[in-house]
């Protein structure tokens, strides 16, 4: 590998990249700094005028699940140093970053990881095949022959490989089809969580840094949706340079490469690689110098916007006013001859999935709480509930059970419309509403949390707590059908602005473009930092489609079948108190509603540790929960125990036998757990078709509304419970890597740091690769 990156990459051509990588660098950050001060001049004025959106009716975390374990276990992978597939004990923290160690030994004995994998930016291939073609599409010449020895050969049928288009590639395999599927589901929710880099709670930098990122392609001619806008600023940066320095080097370096395809494939990995983390650490130092230089003007900038707020305000509504004469007859021929005729269209392939993905969201928080109040009534009551609910606060970040949500985007297809309107992946919208999917499952848990902790307080008997349960869940639901309806609108207005406004700026740019800079002398030179001309342009395109893309989404809140609540629909307020129990200390399960004598107090402890992992694939012999069949219930000869119950009215006649017996049951007739389950109770049926068309008297008089839900077909039922693994032992100590690039060893001696989350944070200690 060192003879391949020194001749190809000798000093010369090192000088070369640093130079091109600094050039583009400083042409992105003038854009940076520009729209730096709009972002602050908005953020602010949205603070005085901001009336915000519908009040979400769910809570959400103050204070993240963290010193969370989300999956551990074992896998294959493969060492292109030594040409060996080694078995690693791999497990992935909180922030989502996946951790290699030798083995568990050497976890257990906390010694530092192998390597650390930041997977933003990756795809996750489960075929040899497919990964040979990427490979082969990325280096131009002739492909290897059919027949010879490809690059890469998996010893079993069940690869899982993370390919990059700059970055270094993993590759890993398991043993079983069923392992395969696990850890697909955690490498898709790594990558993710990793993509999402730049903190939701930026307010200034955030939006500043995305619209420079856009200004600068647009100057580049490059409009619609960027694949790679993957991961934190640097990432992003890092993946900006590439995109332009890539091809040039690899048009003067391919034709020097000799060897056979398979050869120069694997010797083009490595260059490339290289030079990303090259291109890498320079981005770095050079964010971080512009970012401070913007922290250190923004006292004075603020003062100024403070002072001048309202000045400010009207100088940008003058100049709005006369690009929109100059632009907008224009503006208005292209909407209503390319645009407007397919906005239905696009948001059809948008809702249908997305509605699909919440209403699975909502089935699978219904079985999951159905299942605990089940076992509530079978295992004693209040004694079990803190392992219950430890469990179910995780719910969320449980990549397998959100799985069956997740995969309902897949079915997400934007062809006929990417070439149109230039949309380059569907990738974009699929992860921004799983993410979606995944904030109003953990807020509808969350939720839940509350207020049946205050209902703990009063000290309810069991009978009472089962039947407290289920109020409880039917309030949660009716508040998530709510805000899953308002998180759903908002996100298809968004799509399809982030669909058409680049296509209309395109189409718009030989005639309007060219005009704009003589709008530059409306604005007075002291309001220049927060006013400019191409921002004011871009709003006022947006406000030529804005209106026709508001009324296709409130033409499709009235069909019932995407499970939407109409405008008209608002709750306001409808319970002021349940927002109050959210300033309190955040619940710990376990450690409030532990079960066992002061003899256990040692095993309840490393039962609480072992709480901490959501989900694992290390089998030990803990028994199962029930209704899960146990080991022993797999035996031959063991008589299966009864299923659990496949309806709603069976749940509940269930519950009120239960409180109606005096005594004990008797063991001829358990509610235990079955071998053979047959489907899990199906949530409560949307009650829209007899939601009236006007809003109820009640509504209108700020209350919640009548225990109904949107939508009108018919809620499939959620899937069988899953089977979580027992869980691998986990303190929250997880390893801090070194500063080096990702997939380097880790040196360092002692304990596990604590590991920060890296997507919160660019500093954080996840490497950046």
């Not at 990702?742 to 002692?750: A, I, W």
Request: hydrophobic share 35%; charged share 25%; proline share 8%.
């Amino acid at each position: 590998m060192g003879d391949v990156l020194s001749t190809h990459l000798d000093d010369s051509r090192r000088q070369y990249i640093s130079e091109k990588t600094g050039k583009i660098l400083k042409a992105f950050f003038q854009f940076y700094e520009d729209q730096y001060g709009v972002a602050l001049f908005n953020s602010m004025r949205y603070e005085i005028e901001g009336t915000g959106g519908p009040q979400a009716q769910l809570l959400w975390r103050k204070v993240p699940l963290d010193e969370r374990v989300i999956f551990s276990g074992n896998l294959f992978q493969y060492l292109e140093d030594s040409k060996k597939w080694r078995n690693r004990f791999s497990l992935v923290p909180h922030n989502y970053g996946l951790v290699l160690y030798e083995n568990k030994a050497a976890y257990e004995r906390q010694i530092p990881p192998r390597a650390i994998i930041n997977s933003a930016g990756y795809k996750i291939l489960t075929s040899v095949d497919h990964y040979l073609e990427l490979v082969s599409n990325s280096l131009p010449g002739p492909a290897p022959k059919s027949g010879a020895a490809p690059i890469l050969k998996c010893p079993t049928q069940y690869p899982l490989i993370l390919w990059h288009p700059y970055s270094r590639h993993y590759y890993f395999c398991v043993m079983t089809e069923p392992e395969q599927e696990k850890w697909l589901a955690v490498f898709q929710d790594c990558v993710r969580h990793c993509n999402n880099g730049i903190p939701e709670d930026s307010k200034v930098e955030g939006p500043a840094f995305t619209d420079a990122i856009r200004m600068y392609r647009q100057s580049k001619e490059q409009y619609g949706t960027w694949e790679m806008l993957c991961g934190n600023e640097v990432q992003i940066l890092s993946n900006l340079v590439m995109e332009e320095l890539g091809p040039e080097l690899k048009s003067v370096i391919s034709p020097r490469m000799k060897g056979k395809p398979q050869e120069r494939q694997r010797q083009w990995i490595q260059i490339s690689d290289a030079v990303y983390r090259m291109v890498y650490e320079q981005t770095q130092a050079h964010f971080e110098a512009v970012a401070a230089k913007c922290e250190m003007a923004r006292p004075a900038m603020e003062s100024t916007i403070r002072t001048d707020m309202d000045q400010i305000i009207t100088s940008k509504e003058h100049l709005a006013s006369k690009i929109r004469a100059f632009i907008l007859p224009k503006a208005e021929v292209c909407v209503r001859n390319h645009v407007q005729p397919y906005i239905p269209s696009i948001l059809e392939a948008l809702m249908i999935p997305t509605s699909q993905g919440f209403t699975e969201v909502r089935d699978v928080f219904f079985k999951e709480v159905t299942d605990m109040n089940l076992n509530v009534i079978n295992e004693g009551g209040i004694d079990k509930l803190g392992e219950y609910m430890e469990k179910l606060s995780q719910l969320a970040y449980h990549p397998v059970k959100m799985q069956s949500c997740y995969e309902k985007m897949d079915q997400l297809k934007l062809e006929g419309l990417q070439q149109r309107f230039d949309v380059s992946s569907a990738s974009v919208f699929k992860q921004r509403a799983q993410i979606h999917m995944r904030e109003q499952m953990d807020n509808a848990v969350y939720t839940f949390e509350t207020l049946l902790h205050q209902e703990l307080g009063k000290g309810p008997t069991k009978e009472e707590l089962c039947k407290s349960i289920q109020r409880i869940l039917e309030r949660v639901l009716k508040k998530y059908d709510y805000d899953s309806s308002t998180v759903r609108k908002k996100f298809f207005r968004e799509a399809l602005l982030q669909i058409t406004i680049p296509f209309l700026l395109k189409k718009l740019a030989p005639t309007c473009k060219s005009e704009l800079p003589r709008f530059q002398e409306l604005i007075f030179e002291d309001f220049a930092r927060f006013i400019l001309v191409e921002n004011t342009y871009e709003e006022v395109v947006l406000q030529t489609v804005m209106k026709d893309i508001m009324q296709a989404v409130k033409e499709a809140a009235v069909q019932r079948k995407h499970n939407l609540y109409r405008d008209s629909m608002v709750m306001h307020n409808s319970d002021p108190n349940l927002h109050l129990l959210a300033e309190g200390v955040p619940i710990d399960w376990g450690e409030e509603y532990s079960s066992g004598s002061p003899g256990e107090t040692d095993l309840s402890a490393e039962k609480r540790r072992r709480a901490k992992q959501v989900v694992s694939v290390i089998h030990d012999e803990e028994a199962g929960l029930p209704y899960e069949p146990s080991p022993e219930a797999l035996s031959p000869g063991v008589p299966p125990h009864p299923a659990s119950p496949e309806s709603v009215s069976e749940l509940r006649g269930l519950l009120v036998q239960e409180l109606q017996v005096d005594s004990p049951q008797s063991p001829a007739e358990p509610l235990t757990n079955g071998t053979s389950p047959r489907e899990s109770p199906q949530p409560p049926e949307p009650e829209s078709e007899r939601r009236p068309s006007q809003p109820a008297s009640p509504l209108n008089a700020h209350h919640e509304p009548a225990p109904s839900t949107p939508g009108g077909e018919a809620v499939s039922p959620a899937s069988p419970p899953h089977r979580p693994c027992p869980e691998a032992a986990a303190d929250g100590d997880h390893p801090k890597p070194s500063d080096q690039e990702t997939g380097e060893e880790v040196s360092g001696q002692g304990g596990h740091p604590y590991v920060q989350t890296t997507t919160e944070d660019s500093t954080g200690v996840q490497t950046e690769f």
